[in-house]
């Protein structure tokens, strides 16, 4: 039985495939993620919490990586920004900034991501 492990990106919301719980098993649970293993592969992925307010991302976790400690930050701002059609040329308007705007906000990445947007 194949896998869809290969195919998927590195960081990807939770309802972009379906029967993830399904085809994997939990190993573990921490702050708010849970360890999953892929039954096929042997993937590990860090799962997020169910939250009614956050989207809920599914991470890759390189091998020999600590699962917990995994900062998948800039995974979710990369996604942030093509969730919302990538860049502008207009600078951001946070003082002092001078990186390039996310389309439809005023902020950059970094400033759009502090304000708790996910996609």
């Known amino acids: ?14 309802e972009a495939c379906p029967g993830f719980e399904k085809t994997t098993v939990r190993l573990a649970s921490g ?10 592969c042997g993937q590990l992925w860090r799962l997020d919490e169910r939250d009614k307010y956050q989207t809920q991302f599914v991470v890759r976790i390189p091998a020999g990586a600590d ?3 995994f900062d998948a930050t800039p995974l979710q701002k990369n996604f942030l ?3 919302r059609g990538g860049l502008t040329e207009e600078q951001c308007i946070w ?5 390039k705007r996310v389309k439809g906000v005023v902020y950059c990445v970094e400033h759009l991501y502090q304000t708790g ?3």
């Open 1 to 14: 039985m194949n896998c869809a492990c290969s195919s998927l990106p590195d960081l990807v919301k939770l």
């Open 31 to 40: 702050n708010w993620v849970h360890l999953h293993k892929c039954s096929t």
């Open 67 to 69: 699962w917990e400690q």
């Open 81 to 83: 920004a093509q969730s």
């Open 95 to 99: 003082h002092g900034c001078k990186e």
């Open 117 to 119: 947007a996910r996609e």
